[in-house]
């Protein structure tokens, strides 16, 4: 017997894309604390095991620093970002997640490919992490290659 009552689906929340100033805000807070990760691991720790290793301490600073810095960044990105939180803990406390196109996680090798592309969006001159302030998604041109966004936690 029905009701003559039909349900319709529950509608879908509306998708608000994370302005520029609230990406930049959360990028300020993801470089401190990488900065923190890459002092402990490229300072403190060259300057405790280089002697017992033998080997000069400016040269493994210098070797440590370049390696901790490219892998602690990589890392932290893309490992957050694919989490089940979709995001680091700069863009937590702003309240705002990264996605793929469908709204989904992303997955770990999206976020890589993500990171690795904000090379383009520094060059030349930050123009394709400014152009999030000025496309209709918010996207950057890392964005765009990858085809995630940043959005508006609901």
């Known amino acids: 017997m029905t009701t003559g009552i039909t349900e319709s689906p529950a509608a879908?929340?509306?998708v608000r894309y994370a302005g520029f100033?609230?990406?930049l805000l959360a990028f300020v807070v993801d470089l401190g604390v990488t900065s923190l990760?890459?002092?402990a691991l490229a300072i403190i720790l060259p300057i405790l095991l280089g002697?017992?290793?033998g080997v000069p301490r400016g040269s493994v600073i210098l070797a440590a620093g370049t390696v901790a810095w490219l892998a602690v960044t990589w890392l932290y990105w893309a490992l957050m970002e694919s989490s089940s939180k979709q995001g680091t803990v700069g863009k937590d406390l702003v309240g705002i997640m990264v996605t793929d196109a469908e709204g989904s996680r992303m997955s770990f090798r999206k976020a890589t490919?993500?990171?690795f592309a904000k090379v383009a969006s520094a060059l030349?001159?930050?123009a394709g992490f400014t152009m999030a302030g000025f496309t209709a998604k918010?996207?950057?041109l890392h964005d765009l290659i990858t085809g995630s966004r940043?959005?508006?936690k609901q």
């Open 37 to 39: 990760i890459f002092f």
């Open 21 to 23: 100033w609230k990406r």
């Open 124 to 126: 030349p001159a930050l």
């Open 150 to 152: 940043v959005v508006v």
């Open 12 to 14: 879908a929340p509306e």
């Open 113 to 115: 490919l993500r990171h």
């Open 138 to 140: 918010k996207q950057g």
């Open 51 to 53: 002697p017992r290793l």
